[in-house]
């Protein structure tokens, strides 16, 4: 039972806004009273879990905790070259200087490689189709043309319209391909998003366990979407699948179960929903709730409560579901943060007080959580 975003206000986010804001010296004498303050309030909310994106001095030593280290996302990926000594290389280095301090931590759960990564295959594909001829990931998608084709460039124009390209060898010096409307040429599509994804977490995985053993490897947070090819692969290399909730319906924030009970049958994984939220238009900190239309937002404090309370009960009704991490502790800043996510999503508003009722709920909620994944 996590809460993300546990800071001290502030933060990468949220600099150079002029607007207001939360801001720990604000409140607290210092960054050590406001680690205390914030992690008995926590405590008294009986959340047992910091999540992603939260300030060490919250951390460490004090609630579970479980950091994230963006590795494809500080590469670009999925959109540069996977295939290459230097991605390996730069995942090594994040890995050594985040996690390996940190490998006998008791507090850590596990590790989230990344955070809502673009698995978007069929952009994927056009993406590395179109790279320039030397892209190794490219030269594994042409491998993967002629295994499913063998020497026939006809069947496989079948499946895809060529482009400056009459043979296998001219599509390789720099053709491309697009593919032809209900062709089997999908299946190849899908075939290499599987690829990709096999590259990515098999050296996610490989990585983390260099130099971290102990803690569990959490898969990478899904944006509410996740294509089976992908799924299928990821659940040889993860312990536990995660994924966030901006699949709710925005009109009331309830998930539909088939997207849980299929990525849990399909990758036979435990679940983590890493994010979960709600936002009401009726607020401490002013915010619009304007920046986008696909979160869950309501009118009242009340529907607000009332919405995280169905929110985490249903989560907690499913078996395979083992954490449901609230996002976030803090409301964004009412001017919007740098990319302009202006959302009442916090526990407490930009001047540290708390939203009662929704902490009430959640509080209550959480005291029967146990009971109810029991049965």
Known sequence: LGVNCVGKGG???????????????????????????TTERLRAWKFNTIGSWSDDEVC????????????????GLPWVDLFTPEIEQEFDRIVREMAGPHKDDP???GWYPDNELGWYIETIFLTFIDAPAENATRKRLLQLLEERYGADFGALSEDFAPVRAANFAELAAGGSLRLRPASRGRETVHAFGGIVAERYYALTRDTIRRYDPNHLVFGDRYAGYYP?????VAKKYVDVVSTNGSFADPSDG????????????VTGRPIILSEYYSAAMENQSGNRNSSTNAFAVVKTQEQRAALAEGTLTYLASLPYVVGAHWFQYVDQPPAGRLDGEDFNFGLIDIYNKPYDLLAKAITETHERVPEMHRN
């Open 11 to 37: 933060g990468p986010h949220d600099l150079n806004k002029k607007g207001p804001m939360y801001r720990h010296t604000d409140h607290y004498p210092n960054a050590g009273a406001w680690a205390e303050a």
């Open 60 to 75: 460490r030593g004090q609630l579970a905790y479980t950091p994230v280290l963006l590795l494809g996302k500080s590469c």
């Open 107 to 109: 507090n850590i759960i």
């Open 228 to 232: 089976l090819c992908v799924a299928e």
């Open 254 to 265: 309830f998930m539909p179960r088939y997207y849980l009970d299929t990525l849990h049958r």
